[in-house]
């Protein structure tokens, strides 16, 4: 199975400030890479697919960026309702489609 | 626009096993490909299976190979996911999702989670 390794574990930012989560597979998987929000309680929402393509209803300030191993998820000009938890998930060639232990990004 | 809806919480002793439906409400079950995947209290997530309603293709992560069965009723438009020989490793959110692309294996529509605990 391809392993996503996801970092920071949790980090902490104050509002309008920059913030990049990083993600590395532990093989190529192209662009085949996703990235979801997930709020406590709530089921994951897609934010990020095929590495850089920004869901529909996502707002801008999230961008997506990076192929083969290593991608990034930014979000700019953090705002109040950032407060959540970010994954990445591979859909690389055949199941399982593995995710990344998660990022808790916390508002100051 | 396809909404999957689960039901509800279950608490189930160690050993035992469990089924969790999922309803592709507003949308026909052969038009989307359905994954379960679980999330443990605190943890990420965890790809499960997928069911591929046409050509009925039924794919499982090798962890649950055996002790999961996943299923679709296409008469009443509902997933089903089954795991046995409960322990309490599986108490977990369970989740189904689908694509709005199929293929993509990425995943936008969610149904709300079911909460299984395994507890004596």
């Known amino acids: 199975d391809i392993q996503m390794t996801q970092s920071p574990s949790s980090l902490s930012a104050s509002i309008g400030d920059r913030v990049t989560i990083t993600c590395r597979a532990s093989?190529?998987?192209?662009?085949?890479l996703n990235w979801y929000q997930q709020k406590p309680g709530k089921p994951p929402n897609l934010l990020i697919y095929?590495?850089?393509n920004l869901q529909s209803g996502v707002p801008s300030r999230f961008r997506g960026s990076g192929s083969g191993t290593d991608f990034t998820l930014t979000i700019n000009n953090l705002q109040p309702e950032d407060l959540a938890t970010y994954f990445c998930?591979?859909?690389?060639?055949?199941?399982?489609?593995?995710f990344g232990r998660g990022t808790k990004l916390e508002i100051k | 626009q396809v909404q999957l809806v689960q039901s509800g919480a279950q608490l189930k002793e160690p050993g035992s096993s469990v089924r969790v439906s999922c309803e592709a409400s507003?949308?026909?079950?052969?038009?989307?490909?359905i994954t379960w995947m679980r999330q443990a209290p605190g943890q990420g997530l965890e790809w499960m299976g997928r069911?591929?309603?046409?050509?009925?293709?039924?794919n499982y992560a090798q962890k649950f190979q055996g002790r999961v069965t996943i299923t679709a009723d296409k008469s009443t438009n509902t997933a089903y996911l089954e795991v046995r020989s409960l322990r309490s490793g599986d108490t977990a959110v369970y989740y189904c999702a689908s694509e709005s692309v199929p293929g993509t294996d990425n995943f936008d529509y969610w149904g709300q989670g079911t909460l299984v605990t395994v507890s004596s």
């Open positions: 998930q591979q859909s690389y060639g055949s199941p399982p489609y593995t």
């Open positions: 507003g949308g026909t079950l052969n038009n989307y490909r």
């Open positions: 095929a590495a850089s």
């Open positions: 069911i591929i309603p046409i050509p009925a293709i039924i």
């Open positions: 093989q190529s998987i192209s662009n085949y």
